[in-house]
């Protein structure tokens, strides 16, 4: 009966149907009325379930399987994100179609259908996968962001930021996605290290003498078209600099603290090329004007001055302006950058930005056509052939990126929807104060997105999403209704309530109503803005989304009520930006209050090398390669314990082939147990502990301590959510059970007394069904064969007291069965036994042979740990007599010139001296304790005490020929290797009685 995962799955999955195991395990926690709330972060329908998903759903299982063994109702609805650009883009290319133009000439209502029937089976086959991983959550009715409830769900929230005067339409420089063709918020941003062109440009002063020039530097040349002003820092230095440039003597205007690193580092000038002829502040250069240096190219530049007395002048700007970087003279382009447009703004300077939603220039002279961002190199070529270049170079940065297309953002500037947040920040920090985040870090790092969030736009230019729901007064734009419900819309349009079942943008864009505007007093049509929500907003609402009505409605009945903040929720660190972040607004903005009370961050999956997976890389491994390999058992197992909370998993496939090993050796002792208890069944059957205290011996009382140590330390973690470390206490006591007290017992066993044989069983009983329920939350399937294996032997059937290890309540600890006074005793004789057994091995002396002494050498403090278990010493490593005290060695010591120098410095000499002065004495207390722990205090010439210690000396030890020796821990041990005929005879005695016992 060895350990045959797929068999193993696979019953257990026939198991578990037949039974309705979850499903009463639902209800038998739902018996105890104590209800918890957990939040499924929903992954998005991609159809495809990847490794860190796959870890993301299993840490996920662990913690609800703790809590309904706990005894909590716990809330487990699972969750899927559905709309946004993925979905769309997947979409086109099973159509073969892309781009805007190509969806409406295809029929967006078809489109759109198209879009929701791949999220449904999407969903569906994950549904299936995360299934057969054993993860037991409510997938039949999971809540999707396309159903008419959650969408209703949506515009509930969008409704109340109106009510509550946080939603409000603006112009504004965004960044945008060219590939996408929509605005981006901040929260979708990825930013990476990359390296750009910088340009130094020229502008010419307008001015009598007609040779100066204000100097700019971008890192955005396709922005330098749009330059309407030049900011200065009101109390930056800057200076008039006279100088010879491309065969001209010029006047250039730049920062003080910027002409050394541009003027002779960038340019190479020495300071007999230039002069300063002018210093004065920033403020001394306001209103200074000059002509763009395209004007000749475009004659937009010429209509936006008489729009703007201030356009193509210098302004002030304390805020934007600094001599770090550049020249302290800072390209102004109000329509394309966020800070750009706050200036302008202040300044009276209307945006000006003609690039289209596919980041094409329009009506701009020869600049019409080219690509923003993309087409960098050919803008700089335009501003050289005009004599405005000064100098080009390449600076490496932090630039933004979309999170869906990977491309580089440009800027745009467009009316977009927002919700107002920023005056909220202070309110959200102090709530995020109060929220249990593990790891520590990551509390950190949200608090410190927080302190930077800006009022988020809302709002996308695509089709597949949740419809904005506002209808705008098609004479009057300033009046809009917000709608939140479908039946609100039904009302306001005269339709039958409960008409509408599908919410997305086809049907409702067709809905249009009339009614009395409260601007003017008189009747207008009313049409919905044609743009979808952010996907974010979507996910953002799951915290009362998830606890909306639903086809289970006993489940729906016990459902925590909204306004309850969800007790836990779990996701990846790239959720501090994402789910984390709109989850704790939306509630803030909607209840009033934080979303969630417990936060666990995993990080990333990564290869062993710590690169990111990449199927171009050839580093990408599907979970299915794991548990086809390996089963699903050991890639939950593996993938739980695999990193600490906010780190990255380092996929090792090595320590993948170690976690099935252990499940081989869990699985064998349970083999153990039932063959154990078959063999000794006619004098000793298992019982409660309990009832057989008398009959434990030290190694019972041992194993029962090191079980109900594991109880106490998983529970607590478990409390802690330390999700990653909770399956580790019960998986080093089941190593523990394996190596340590299996072998402790094994004559006992076979030739000990009926309470003896009596007293092995129990135990073994005892620890492993204590220990079952513990690993079921990680390892559901293996847990369930051997419990039912067990379950189905006789003398078994009152201890096994459920249907299934997932039925059983979570193991409380004893207290009295605790002995750390004990663990601590056997702790100090592993040590011993170790060293032991290693002595033996290099001797060649195989454990089945008799040694007639050992001796251990230890710290004194070990010495009396090691005489109360001298006994279990002697009985696994076959030694007769223990004695403690090393034999007569040769001890010779010297300085470690090394560790001294490295710890002492220039005083290692002197210490070097006294070690090699006194060695013969250090020595003597070494061969006469037989360990080398050996410290000394020294104080120096300036008074200062120093202490050394061992690792201060090298020390060389022979002892005579006859004895072995290892080391183990503070152990050192001895094996007398002599041979005698007696010890011989003993040894073959032995090993035959051994061989007669299991004929």
Not at 399 to 425: A, N
Not at 683 to 692: L, M, R
């Amino acid at each position: 009966m060895s350990y045959d995962f797929r068999a193993v799955e696979e019953s257990v999955r026939q198991l578990w149907e037949s039974d309705h195991t979850y499903d009463r395990a639902r209800a038998q926690a739902r018996a105890t009325g104590r209800a918890a709330y957990f939040l499924d972060g929903p992954p998005y329908t991609s159809g495809h379930v990847h490794l860190g998903t796959a870890w993301n759903k299993s840490l996920k299982d662990v913690y609800l399987r703790y809590k309904r063994m706990s005894g909590w109702d716990v809330w487990d609805r699972a969750g899927y994100d559905m709309h946004g650009l993925p979905t769309e883009r997947a979409t086109e290319k099973a159509l073969q179609i892309y781009g805007k133009a190509a969806i409406r000439e295809y029929g967006v209502d078809k489109f759109v259908d198209k879009c929701k029937q791949m999220c449904i089976d999407n969903a569906h086959e994950m549904n299936v996968t995360f299934k057969f991983m054993g993860v037991w959550m409510d997938f039949d009715n999971a809540y999707m962001s396309v159903d008419r409830e959650y969408i209703e769900g949506v515009w509930w929230f969008v409704k109340r930021a109106a009510e509550a005067g946080r939603l409000y339409e603006a112009e504004k420089t965004m960044t945008w996605d060219a590939v996408n063709a929509t605005a981006l918020a901040k929260h979708e941003l990825e930013y990476h290290t990359v390296t750009d062109n910088a340009i130094y440009v020229r502008l010419p002063v307008k001015s009598e003498a007609g040779n100066e020039y204000l100097i700019v530097w971008t890192t955005t040349p396709w922005t330098v078209p749009y330059n309407l002003a030049v900011m200065a820092g009101p109390d930056i230095d800057y200076v008039r600099v006279d100088l010879v440039h491309a065969g001209a003597r010029q006047r250039w205007v730049l920062a003080d603290a910027r002409v050394q690193s541009f003027l002779v580092g960038e340019l190479g000038l020495t300071e007999t090329n230039f002069s300063v002829v002018w210093r004065g502040k920033g403020r001394e250069l306001a209103g200074l004007a000059y002509e763009h240096p395209l004007a000749g190219l475009c004659d937009a530049y010429a209509a936006l001055q008489k729009a703007s007395p201030k356009v193509h002048t210098v302004v002030l700007s304390a805020q934007f302006v600094d001599t770090e970087t550049g020249t302290g003279l800072v390209h102004c382009a109000p329509g394309c950058g966020p800070e750009d447009y706050v200036v302008g703004q202040e300044n009276g300077i209307a945006p000006f930005n003609t690039v289209d939603e596919a980041g094409v220039v329009n009506n701009l002279g020869p600049m019409t056509g080219l690509r923003a961002k993309v087409d960098d190199d050919k803008f700089i070529e335009l501003l050289e052939k005009q004599g405005a270049l000064v100098h080009r170079g390449d600076v490496t940065h932090e630039y933004p990126f979309g999170e869906r297309s990977k491309e580089p953002v440009i800027f745009r500037t467009t009316k977009q929807w927002f919700l107002r947040v920023e005056d909220l920040k202070e309110r959200l920090l102090a709530e995020n104060a109060g929220i249990n985040w593990v790891p520590l870090t990551a509390k950190n790092a949200f608090s410190s997105w927080l302190s930077s969030l800006r009022d988020n736009s809302i709002s996308k230019q695509r089709f597949w999403g949740t419809p904005l729901p506002i209808w705008r007064n098609v004479d009057c734009p300033e009046d809009y209704v917000v709608v939140g419900t479908a039946d609100e819309l039904c009302a306001l349009a005269g339709l039958p309530a409960g008409s509408l079942i599908d919410l997305h943008p086809p049907v409702v864009d067709k809905i249009a109503f009339t009614r009395v505007s409260p601007q003017d007093g008189r009747a207008h049509v009313y049409r919905r803005v044609p743009d979808v929500l952010d996907v974010w907003v979507d996910a953002g609402s799951a915290s009362w989304n998830c606890l909306r009505a639903s086809v289970d409605a006993a489940r729906a009945v016990t459902a925590p009520p909204a306004e309850t903040p969800a007790e836990f929720i779990l996701e990846g660190r790239d959720q501090i930006r994402g789910w984390f972040n709109l989850l704790h607004l939306e509630s803030m903005v909607a209840l009033g209050k934080p979303c969630f009370r417990n936060v666990y961050m995993h990080g990333f999956v990564n290869d062993a090398l710590g690169r990111k997976m990449s199927k171009t890389q050839g580093n990408y491994i599907l979970p299915s390669e794991v548990w086809d390999k390996y089963g699903v058992d050991t890639l939950r197992y593996y993938s739980v314990c695999a990193a600490n909370p906010g780190e990255d998993m380092s996929y090792n496939a090595a320590d993948v082939e170690q976690a099935h090993r252990n499940l081989g050796i869990f699985w064998n002792i349970h083999k153990y147990l039932l063959s154990t208890a078959e063999a000794v069944a006619d004098v000793a059957a298992p019982v409660p502990i309990t009832a057989c205290l008398a009959d434990l011996g030290t190694e019972e009382r041992y194993i029962l301590s090191r079980l109900h140590g594991a109880v106490r330390d998983s529970t607590t973690l478990y409390e802690q959510f330390r999700l990653d470390r909770a399956p580790c206490a019960v998986c080093d006591f089941l190593m523990e059970v394996s190596h340590v007290y299996i072998q402790l017992v094994w004559e006992k066993k076979d030739s000990g007394t009926p309470a003896d044989k009596r007293a092995v069983v129990s135990t073994l009983a005892a620890c492993l069904l204590g220990a079952l329920p513990m690993l079921a939350t990680v390892c559901p399937f293996i847990t369930e064969k051997m419990y039912q294996n067990i379950r189905a032997a006789p003398c078994f059937g009152t201890l096994c007291t459920a249907d299934s290890v997932h039925l059983l309540p979570w193991p409380t600890c004893g207290v009295s069965l605790l002995d750390t006074s004990l663990e601590a005793d056997v702790a100090a004789a592993k040590d011993a036994v170790a060293a032991i057994l290693t002595a033996r091995e290099r001797a060649d002396l195989p454990v089945k042979q008799p040694a007639r002494e050992a001796r251990i050498a230890c710290p004194a403090r070990l010495v009396p740990l090691l005489q109360r278990t001298v006994t279990l010493v002697t009985s696994r490593t076959n030694i007769k007599s223990v004695h403690f005290g090393a034999p007569p060695a040769e001890v010779t010591v010297e300085p470690n010139q090394k560790t001294l120098g490295k710890t002492f410095g220039r005083s290692r000499q002197r210490l070097a001296a006294h070690i090699t002065e006194h060695a013969d004495s250090i020595a003597a207390h070494i061969a006469a304790t037989g360990a080398v722990p050996w410290s000394a205090i020294l104080k120096l010439d300036d008074g200062k005490e120093v202490a050394l210690t061992e690792e201060h000396l090298v020390v060389a030890r022979r002892v005579p020929a006859c004895w072995a020796e290892a080391r183990a821990g503070e152990v050192t041990a001895y094996v007398d290797t002599t041979r005698t005929p007696e010890l011989e005879i003993e040894g073959r005695v032995r090993e035959l009685a051994r061989k007669v016992w299991h004929s």
